[in-house]
C-alpha cells in the first residue's frame, strides 16, 4: 500500500514556543490530508482536513489559530502548533488519501508524532 | 457517519481465528463499512472495506449481514502480532469522506 511518513517521530518542547509536524506522502500525490490527535487511552479525534491550496477546514472546537495546517504541495502537509502547552501533549497523526484507488478510498496514515509539552 | 458499536475488549487464543463484531443499525444504503486497526503507538492500518457482499483479502475476512446491520471481521489465524485495537467504521465511498473513530475492540491475542 501507499507509504505516509511523518517527521519528527518525537519531541519535546518547552511550554510557550511552537513546534512544526510534516506529513509526507511518499509514493502518490495526495490532494487531501487528515490531522488527528489522540490522547492516551482515547480514540482518534479528527482535527481538520488539508486541502492542497487552499485553506483547512478544522473540525469544530478546534483552534485555527493555535494549530496552522499549510498544504503547499501534492505531497507535503504541516502542522504547526503554536505556542504550545501541557495540555497540547499528545500523539498527533496524519493521514492522506490516493485519489487514484478509486473506489477503494481508503486513508493511508502515518506512524505519528508524539509531542510532549514541558 | 453512521454510529457503530463494538465491544471495548477480546481476547482470543494464538492461532485460532479472532471474530471481531460491529453494530451500525443505522447504516445508509450508500455507506461501506471499513475496519482499520491500532497497534500500540502506531498509525492506524487498513485492513478491509464492504458494501454488502463478504469480502475477504490477504489480511482478513469481512462478513456482512443481509439487512446491513451488522458485521464480522475475521482473523483466520491470530498471531501475536494482531494484538490491536480494531475500529469498525461506516462512511460513504466517494469525495472527501472524514473517518470517524469510535473507541473500537482492544484485541489481545494470548499465547
Known amino acids: 500500500g501507499a507509504v505516509v511518513s511523518q517527521h519528527p517521530s518525537r519531541v519535546i518542547c518547552k511550554s510557550g514556543t511552537s513546534v512544526k509536524i510534516e506529513c509526507r506522502s511518499l509514493?502518490?500525490?495526495?490532494?487531501?490530508m487528515f490531522w488527528y490527535r489522540q490522547f492516551p487511552k482515547q480514540s482518534l479525534m479528527l482535527m481538520a482536513t488539508s486541502n492542497e491550496g487552499s485553506k483547512a477546514t478544522y473540525e469544530q472546537g478546534v483552534e485555527k489559530d493555535k494549530f496552522l495546517i499549510n498544504h503547499a504541495s501534492l505531497t507535503l502537509s504541516t502542522l504547526t502548533v503554536t505556542s504550545a502547552h501541557p495540555e497540547d501533549s499528545s500523539f498527533y497523526i496524519c493521514?492522506?488519501?490516493?485519489?487514484?484507488?478509486?473506489?477503494?478510498?481508503?486513508?493511508?496514515f502515518g506512524p505519528g508524532t508524539r509531542l510532549t509539552v514541558t | 457517519d453512521a454510529k457503530t458499536t463494538q465491544p471495548p475488549s477480546m481476547d482470543c487464543a494464538e492461532g485460532r481465528a479472532a471474530n471481531l463484531p460491529c453494530n451500525h443499525s443505522?447504516?445508509?444504503?450508500?455507506?461501506?463499512v471499513y475496519w482499520y486497526r491500532q497497534i500500540h503507538s502506531q498509525g492506524p492500518q487498513y485492513i478491509i472495506h464492504?458494501?454488502?457482499n463478504n469480502e475477504t483479502n490477504e489480511m482478513a475476512s469481512l462478513i456482512i449481514t443481509e439487512d446491513r446491520k451488522s458485521s464480522t471481521l475475521i482473523l483466520p489465524h491470530a498471531t501475536l502480532r494482531d494484538t490491536a485495537v480494531y475500529y469498525c467504521i461506516v462512511r460513504g465511498n466517494f469525495g472527501n469522506e472524514k473517518l470517524t473513530f469510535g473507541t473500537g475492540t482492544r484485541l489481545t491475542i494470548i499465547p
Open positions: 464492504g458494501l454488502k
Open positions: 493521514s492522506a488519501r490516493d485519489p487514484l484507488t478509486g473506489m477503494r478510498n481508503e486513508q493511508y
Open positions: 509514493d502518490f500525490q495526495a490532494t487531501t
Open positions: 443505522t447504516i445508509s444504503g450508500n455507506e461501506y
